[in-house]
C-alpha cells in the first residue's frame, strides 16, 4: 500500500521560511519521481517542483530562485525547502510520486501553508 505523509505546514510571515517533508512507503522510492503541487482556493492544483529519480529538477516560474525541492533516497523522504515566501503560496501543498512502469501517480493528504502578509 502506497502512502505519503506530509508534514511541515503551518502559518509564516512574508519573508519567512518553511520545510515540507513528504515520507514514503509502499514504493521503490529511489524509481520514483516526486514532486510537489499546490492547491490555493478557487485555482487548479499546479506544478510546484518536480525532482526525478537520478536528482533533475523542475520548478514553476513564480517559485525559482526562492524554493528548492531535494530528495534523501536512504529516508525515502522528499522535502521542499520555500524561502521568501510570498502571500500567493498560500495553499494546500501535495506531495506526488510518479511511478514510470505504469506510469502511475499517487497523492498525499496536504498540508496548508499561510502566509500572512
Known amino acids: 500500500q502506497v502512502q505519503l505523509v506530509e508534514s511541515g505546514g503551518g502559518l509564516v510571515q512574508a519573508g519567512g521560511s518553511l520545510r515540507l517533508s513528504c515520507a514514503a512507503s509502499?514504493?521503490?522510492?529511489?524509481?520514483?519521481?516526486m514532486g510537489w503541487h499546490r492547491q490555493a482556493p478557487g485555482k487548479q492544483r499546479e506544478l510546484v517542483a518536480f525532482?526525478?529519480?537520478?536528482?533533475?529538477?523542475t520548478y514553476a516560474d513564480s517559485v525559482k530562485g526562492r524554493f528548492t525541492i531535494s530528495r534523501d533516497n536512504a529516508k525515502n523522504t522528499v522535502y521542499l525547502q520555500m524561502n521568501s515566501l510570498k502571500p500567493e503560496d498560500t495553499a494546500v501543498y501535495y506531495c506526488?510520486?510518479?511511478?514510470?512502469?505504469?506510469?502511475?501517480?499517487?497523492w498525499g493528504q496536504g498540508t496548508q501553508v499561510t502566509v500572512s502578509s
Open positions: 509502499g514504493i521503490i522510492f529511489s524509481r520514483h519521481g
Open positions: 525532482t526525478t529519480p537520478d536528482g533533475r529538477t
Open positions: 506526488k510520486s510518479l511511478d514510470y512502469a505504469g506510469p502511475y501517480t499517487y
